[in-house]
């Protein structure tokens, strides 16, 4: 079969594209810009470390993070006691790594659950549109309107204290924020042509804004889960200070932080808070780091 | 006997404008409005206008990714069987949903950058019953030779395609399930005029293969006298002119498309004409201009213009029919 004019022009064509080299994969270009950020990699570092630590805190500690001793009562730091003990002779250091780990759970496990709950409706109401949105809308001002102090003690006075009280109260007052990122992302995804051409199939739309459409809103809402980590993080130690968060006698860093409610020890003990407040303060700091990283990084404005 | 492929009649596009605290609807913009037209299998329609005219959401009401407020979608099966499309239940489109395709104008966003081509477009063959992978793979395998592009392209994202190869990729996708219409709303026109003359090419040599009708958007009638059959020409939501494409370059009836035909850039000085400019924009199709809503711009308004709207009417010009919606035009109408 003879070649037309037609082939032969768009060998040429083709020949001059492959000519230029094929630029290399999407995520592999964020991740070289992420790894340029180099406070965004120190926080990645830190943060890692601190949830290792946390994570095998029995390996590194000998003690039990709930033993009272009351031998070794209020004993400033030493080389047995790291972070020294507190007023019942626990092993601050200990107490530290077991409630990094609660900590944590509590914060980037409400951060990811409100994610999960604010994207679920935030991809279909903004893809849908119409009363659906408006509904939601207006649902989610009433959640985000609602102080959330307030609602801790409603519900501390309800049902008591208890772990999951809280993460409950942080889905609900943060879901809000991921939904509107959320939605406010598919309500400018929806016009784009990809979008029209799946509807022009008939998919369903489950398929186009779960599955082809939500990839493409994620990077601001990862930035957000990051930030949203932070705060939780925060406002437990807040409310924990308080005696509001989680029940005492779970150690968390806010419930650690809640000695220095006492001014006797506040003034003399600077060990039984000073160093959990920095590791507080350390972790916040790096996942907004990290947090800056990636939006810097997945931010489509910076994009070739 | 040329045969109808789709039937539109008074189809109108109304979207509302909302406005205030409780968004209510303070009017509406008639993007389109009342276009009858018929589209014959196997024929290339042009359908021509300045931007804002209401062709692309023409194009979509076609395929109902728009909902048309009022007006009949008729489509006409190779067996004579004919089915209105506006009133359908949506599962019940499926199977036109195959028939009827199209091709986007913006390369940048026609594909979607999360997905290798492969990824993003299984999922239709899947739906339309092509289960084994391989099969799906086959496919768009094919497709993308047919469209001069190599088959292990599939597995790349759209990112590393020029935007030449991302315009034939759409195509690849408008192409997956064999349709047999084609909207291709502007499909060169945000490409180099040298990829726009290769895409043009290989869209006829396409249709020629697989027996392809095209609806053939585009602003610029440039492109479309020795593409296209016929032309309509639309503004401001109605279709003003509509004949056969050699007669609307040398037997013009409407001063829309008289002024929209001067602006073409020629390159034989002796046919170069006296180029009438438009001023200003296409008005606001919010509140189109009463009487003959081309009558604010155009150069032979008379008073009758601006009170009575002029309907479209049949003539004919070589032998051929040719409608026109103008007070002006001096030819007997036939019936
Ligand atoms: N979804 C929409 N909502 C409101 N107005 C719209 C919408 N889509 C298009 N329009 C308006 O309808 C008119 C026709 O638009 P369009 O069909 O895109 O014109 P064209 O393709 O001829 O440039 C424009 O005035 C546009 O602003
Ligand atoms: S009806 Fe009048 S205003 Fe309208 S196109 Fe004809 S001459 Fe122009
Ligand atoms: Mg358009």
């Known amino acids: 079969m003879a070649k037309s004019s037609l082939d032969k022009k768009f060998d040429q064509i083709r020949k001059r594209e492959e000519e230029k080299t094929f630029s290399t994969k999407k995520r592999s270009r964020i991740v070289n810009k992420f790894l340029n950020n180099r406070l965004a990699v120190l926080g990645l570092i830190i943060f890692t470390i601190i949830i290792l630590a946390s994570i095998f805190a029995p390996l590194l500690s000998p003690y039990d993070p709930m033993r009272v001793d009351l031998r070794s009562m209020r004993q400033p730091p030493s080389l047995d006691h790291w972070f020294g003990t507190d007023s019942t002779g626990r092993d601050v250091f200990t107490r530290v790594l077991f409630g990094g780990r609660v900590s944590i759970f509590i914060g980037l496990g409400s951060a990811i659950l409100s994610a999960v709950v604010g994207i679920a409706v935030g991809c279909y109401a903004g893809y849908k549109g119409g009363w659906i949105d408006v509904i939601a809308l207006r649902i989610s001002e009433i959640f985000m309107s609602f102080p959330q102090i307030i609602l801790v003690l409603l519900l501390v006075s309800i049902t008591g204290q208890s772990l999951f009280n809280l993460m409950a109260i942080f889905i609900l007052t943060g879901w809000g924020g991921m939904y509107r990122l959320a939605r406010a992302r598919m309500l400018s995804l929806r016009e784009e042509e990809y979008v029209q051409a799946l509807r022009s199939f008939g998919l369903s739309t489950f398929t186009i804004c779960y599955k082809h459409m939500l990839p493409n809103a994620l990077s601001p809402i990862m930035v957000n889960i990051t930030l949203s980590t932070a705060m939780f993080i925060l406002t437990e130690a807040g409310l924990s200070f308080l005696g509001l968060g989680v029940p005492l006698n779970i150690p968390t860093w806010g419930n650690i932080l809640n000695v220095a409610q006492d001014i006797l020890i506040l003034q003399n003990y600077w060990w039984m808070w000073g160093p959990v407040g920095i590791v507080i303060s350390v972790f916040v700091l790096c996942v907004n780091f990290i947090g800056d990283g990636l939006r810097d990084s997945t931010d489509p404005s910076q994009q070739g | ?335």
């Open chain 2, 1 to 335: 006997m040329k045969k109808e492929i789709l039937k539109l009649r008074g189809v109108k596009v109304h979207f509302p404008v909302q406005a205030g605290v409780f968004n209510r609807v303070v009017g509406h913009v008639l993007a389109v409005d009342g276009v009858d037209l018929a589209i014959f299998r196997g024929e290339v329609l042009g359908l021509a206008g300045e931007s804002g005219c209401g062709k692309t959401t023409l194009g979509k009401a076609i395929l109902r990714l728009v909902e048309p407020t009022d007006g009949e979608v008729k489509y006409i099966s190779q067996d004579d069987d004919e089915t209105e499309l506006t009133s359908l239940e949506k599962k019940d489109m499926d199977p036109f949903r195959k028939k009827l395709q199209i091709v986007f104008q913006d390369p940048h966003s026609s594909l979607n950058p999360s997905f290798t081509i492969f990824g993003s477009l299984q999922d239709p063959l899947k739906k339309f019953g092509i289960k084994s992978k391989e099969e799906r793979r086959k496919i768009i395998g094919d497709l993308l030779e047919a469209v001069n592009m190599r088959r292990e392209y599939m597995d790349r994202y759209p990112h590393e395609f020029s935007g030449g190869q991302r315009q034939r990729i759409g195509i690849v996708r408008a192409l997956c399930l064999e349709p047999e219409l084609i909207v291709c709303d502007e499909a060169v026109s945000a490409l180099d005029v040298s990829i726009q003359a290769q895409v043009l090419k290989l869209l006829m040599q396409l249709k020629k293969e697989k027996n392809l009708t095209y609806l053939f958007i585009t602003h610029d009638l440039s492109v479309t006298e020795y593409l296209c059959d016929r032309i309509a020409v639309m503004y401001l939501g109605r279709i003003v002119e509509l004949c056969d494409s050699e007669d609307l370059y040398n037997n013009t009836l409407h001063p829309y498309s008289e002024a929209l035909i001067s602006a073409i850039p020629v390159a034989d000085l002796d046919k170069q004409t006296k180029r009438i400019v438009l001023e200003g924009d296409v008005p606001s199709p919010v509140n189109p201009p009463k009487g003959c809503p081309f009558h604010p711009r155009c150069p032979k308004a008379t008073d009758i213009c601006k009170t009575e709207v002029p309907t479209l009417k049949k003539y004919s010009t070589n032998g051929n029919e040719h409608y026109a919606s103008c007070h002006l035009i001096d030819l007997p109408e036939i019936s």
